[in-house]
């Protein structure tokens, strides 16, 4: 051994990793109380969060009438939601016939089904399924719903209402604007200038317009316009109308990630042989489409929200559902009751639809730099 | 002059040629990035470019397979004359195999399926039988072991590796590298040029932009030498190092081979 000390002479043992675990009381202390300061605010954000909680929560649950038929049953100080569990029928089905409603069930199961299926790993036969829930059900849930054939007795879409017409616009909104987003990004990005016009024209116009215009002219320019008694359905019409509208929305959104994929990938892909379809769907979109999970995603929670705006051309979605309740002589004077339970059931759906979001871009990590 | 002539005399001596660059001129706008380009490479020749940055030599062996458009001149690799017909173009790239210089591996892709992801669509080959031959070049360039990680997982050295498997499993004619080891660590670039090496030895056709002048002592058939769009130099390697005729020539060897 020699004596001097400016060099080491042997590796210096490893150290174990500090200790990163905490538990309940070690994590307030260390984000909330580690310090005089820290602990003063933290003290009084929880007292006024509790000040603002707490009411709520005797108002909802607490002091809250859950179980009746009638006004009567509203006796206590807090919410009744009599109002709600008396009209859930209604909130759910609209005006379809209580004789029928067993298609609309069949259709919900099928739909819930499918896109556990699709949301679940480890289960099989995903492009099957996937090809299905496009194709399959849409059809199914056409004949079921509508009905007039198969002996089923026809139900006009105005009878329709409810979480089930929100679902229904909410559900063909997004299955249908993707994929047109979809090609109209490609088409903006699109080398024939004739192509990149019209979809540059397209995203454009429907981007300028709101939703709201939008609805309005589907359901009143539109049929001035259309000759004799050609009757187009309303719900068609407003479902191609924020289809169109969202599908602008979703195109720049895609075109973002576009975008952000480099020339190399596309260059690497020619270089193989590869033809632009096949660049495109196998190298590009894949890549593109990962990396605006969030854009899509939040495209789609603006477009499920959206769907309460057909209220205004008269198609009575889950909120005007509520709302008509709300002029029912019966029930006069629950309106909180009405748009708390609306707020809570837009909630749930788009809260699951975000963390599922970010459930799937963890998955997609293939802990990849360009 | 005399070992000039010699030198062409050997380009000419084998069978047909493989590439045919024939007065090829490009423009970038009114930029004139290649003039007057005459090349001719016959079947496994091995030929490396180098010249200062900007001198065109990359966008020449892009011309090669249409990731760069020319705008005068004619190429004709394999016999197949380049168009802008696009089922032509095609035809071409799946003779010529690329290697970048930042390796362009697919990302979503592991490394195994970035190797079959062409043979599956070009060739429309069955998924079983391009995985046997994916699995034979990942094999030769040593990288076998990694075929289930994904390209981010692996060094890059590795990547470059991978690129070059994933270009062979076409079973190309020719062999583009553009500056395959300049985004390399010092120590990954010997693991790279040892299988080009490999690969030279085996009579495959190259053509490759570097920089790595060891390289081109040990395989290189012909030297090129480029500047400003032009080719200034081309003699074999022992007579462009030790006895470079033009001055510009001189000047980039010092440069380089100087310090």
């Known amino acids: 051994m020699t004596t001097d000390s400016t060099f080491r002479t042997e590796m210096i043992e490893a150290r174990d990793a500090p200790d990163q675990r905490r538990g309940v009381i070690g994590w307030f202390r260390a984000n909330l109380f580690n310090g005089p300061i820290n602990s003063i605010v933290s003290i009084v954000v929880i007292y006024l969060l509790a000040r603002l909680i707490w009411p709520f929560l005797e108002w909802a649950v607490i002091d809250a009438d859950w179980i009746g038929t009638t006004r009567d049953a509203c006796t206590g100080q807090g919410a009744c939601w009599v109002f709600i569990s008396a009209r859930f029928e209604s909130i759910i089905y609209g005006f379809y016939p209580e004789a029928a409603r067993w298609r609309v069930d069949i259709v919900f199961a099928l739909l819930a089904i499918l896109v556990a299926w699709l949301a679940v790993p480890k289960l099989p036969y995903k492009k099957w399924v996937a090809l299905f829930a496009l194709i399959g059900l849409p059809i199914i849930a056409y004949f079921l719903l509508v009905g007039g054939s198969f002996g089923l007795e026809y139900v006009p879409t105005r009878a329709w209402g409810g979480l089930m017409l929100t679902l229904t616009i909410a559900v063909l909104g997004i299955v249908g604007s993707l994929p047109l987003g979809i090609i109209l990004a490609l088409g903006r990005r699109s080398k024939m200038p004739f192509v990149k016009g019209i979809c540059v024209i397209f995203i454009e116009f429907w981007r300028g317009v709101p939703l709201i215009t939008v609805l309005f002219m589907a359901s009143v320019m539109l049929p001035l316009f259309v000759p004799g008694n050609l009757d187009f359905d309303k719900l068609l019409r407003a479902l191609i109308g924020i289809m169109f509208f969202w599908s602008a929305y979703m195109a720049e959104v895609i075109r973002s990630g576009l975008q952000a994929i480099g020339k190399g990938q596309t260059e690497a892909g020619q270089a193989l042989g590869l033809n632009y379809w096949q660049r495109t769907g196998l190298i590009v979109l894949p890549q593109a489409l990962k990396l605006v999970i969030p854009g899509i995603v939040n495209t789609f929670i603006a477009l499920f929200k959206d769907t309460s705006l057909v209220l205004i051309i008269g198609l009575f979605d889950l909120l005007a559902i509520i709302r008509a309740g709300l002029t029912d002589s019966n029930w006069l004077g629950f309106s909180t009751e009405g748009y708390v339970f609306a707020a809570a059931v837009y909630w749930i759906f788009c809260f699951s639809m975000s963390r599922y979001s970010l459930y799937i871009e963890r998955r997609l990590n293939t802990g990849h730099k360009r | 002059m005399s070992e000039a002539t010699a030198s062409q005399t050997t380009a000419s001596g084998s069978d047909r040629p493989m590439i045919e660059i024939d007065h090829l001129n490009k423009w970038y706008g009114s930029f004139h990035v290649l003039r007057d380009i005459n090349l001719t490479v016959t079947k496994g020749e091995r030929i490396v470019i180098c010249g200062p940055s900007g001198s065109g030599k990359s966008t020449m062996i892009r011309c090669i397979n249409h990731l760069e458009e020319h705008q005068q001149g004619s190429i004709v690799v394999n016999g197949v004359p380049m168009t802008n017909d696009v089922k032509r173009i ?12 930042h390796f362009n591996l697919f990302p979503h892709l592991t490394v195994l399926e970035n190797c079959c992801l062409s043979q599956i669509w070009v060739q429309k080959k069955p998924r079983a039988e391009a995985e046997k031959t994916a699995m034979e070049y990942l094999e030769r360039v040593q990288i076998a072991n990694q075929a289930l990680k994904y390209p981010g997982q692996l060094s890059g050295g590795q990547q470059q590796r991978v690129a070059i ?51 081109a002592k040990t395989v290189a058939d012909r030297v090129i030498f480029m500047d400003q769009g032009q080719i200034i130099e081309e003699a074999p390697p022992h007579e462009f190092f030790n006895n470079p005729r033009s001055e510009r020539t001189q000047l980039f060897l010092s440069q380089i081979l100087g310090h």
């Open chain 2, 90 to 101: 095609e035809q071409i790239r799946r003779n010529v195999g690329m290697v970048f210089q």
């Open chain 2, 165 to 215: 498997a994933r270009a062979l499993c076409m079973r190309p004619e020719v062999m583009l590298f553009d500056e395959p080891t300049s985004a390399l660590d010092p120590e990954m670039i010997k693991e790279v040029l040892d299988v080009m090496i490999e690969l030279a030895h085996e009579g495959m056709t190259m053509l490759c932009v570097t920089h790595e002048m060891g390289f």
